[in-house]
């Protein structure tokens, strides 16, 4: 135990640090508003893209103004369906999403959240999907080729005073794509004890569009528009393929490729990392030729 003037000495020892630390951050606080403040850099107010809204300004947000989190569009690629949930307790559709947990990748929280949230034990579905990530120096080829990296990001804030949070912030959720089987088993009381009012259902896309509101309509559009183009991509294959390799393909093959994808899928049904592809080909050795970049390139010009 200690005794009084040492614990008198503890005291002031505490309150030297406390002092100083406020200092420090007084100090900080001045240096950050005064040489180098963090401004706002007006932004372009138009919508960057087809699919996306205007640039925000330039920001930085501290780790208690902000919270990160991911969702999946879930597809069930035989039947070109999408599985969106109801809360049968809030009267109200969605798709599956939630915080990351501590220590938790982003990619781990979508399928956690999926499968918590919807029953189904999903996993990702590699798309031809339009990245700013460069390919890594042993992959030159990477971006040309099927990926699972997240396809879009929305941001929503929160007031202070909601829930236990006494400051306000910003929650931005990744969204990435998600496949089922053919065969999926749905199971039951996976969720949380506040998520056990779930259910779902697969719908198709119109369907879906339908019942989601706000940002997740948008989601579930771009998520939709980049699955119709991959299979888009591969019916140009199969039909180059048909035509002797000659890389032509007639136009009218070119538009029943994009409304009717079923076609794509007599051999393989899902997706997977490795795409069975036909002739026994590997999709790498497709993805890479030249005339897939070609119809590839074609395909994104029509996304811009």
Known sequence: ?????????????????????????????????GSRPL???????????????????????????????????????????????????????????????????????????????????????PLFTPIHAPSPPSDPGARRRLNTESLYTTITHWAAGRGNRSVPGEYMTFWYAG?????????????????????????????????????????????????????????DVQADEAANGDGETDEAEHETAVSDPDLVFRENESISTVVSAPNGTSSRTIVDSRVTQAKSDRHRRSLN
Request: charge should be negative.
């Open 179 to 235: 496949q089922i089987p053919p065969d999926a088993v749905h199971e039951t009381g996976t969720g949380m004890p506040d998520e056990q009012t779930y259910t779902s259902h697969i719908l198709t896309y119109e369907e879906a569009m339908n019942r989601l509101w706000g940002l997740e309509r948008h989601v579930l559009d771009y998520v939709w528009t980049i699955y119709v183009y991959t299979l888009g991509i591969y019916k």
């Open 1 to 33: 135990m200690d005794t009084p003037s040492e614990s008198s000495a503890s005291t002031t020892n505490r309150r030297s640090f406390f002092l100083t630390l406020q200092s420090l951050m007084a100090s900080f606080t001045s240096s950050a508003r």
């Open 39 to 125: 401004r706002a850099v007006a932004p372009c107010r138009q919508p960057m893209s087809m699919h996306s809204s205007a640039q925000v300004p330039d920001s930085g947000w501290s780790s208690q103004n902000f919270m990160l989190g991911a969702g999946m569009v879930i597809i069930q690629p035989s039947t070109h369906k999408i599985v969106v949930i109801y809360d049968t307790a809030r009267k109200y559709w969605f798709l599956p999403r939630g915080r990351k947990d501590v220590g938790e990748s982003l990619e781990t929280t979508a399928l956690r959240e999926a499968y918590e949230e919807s029953g189904y034990k999903a996993t990702f579905l």
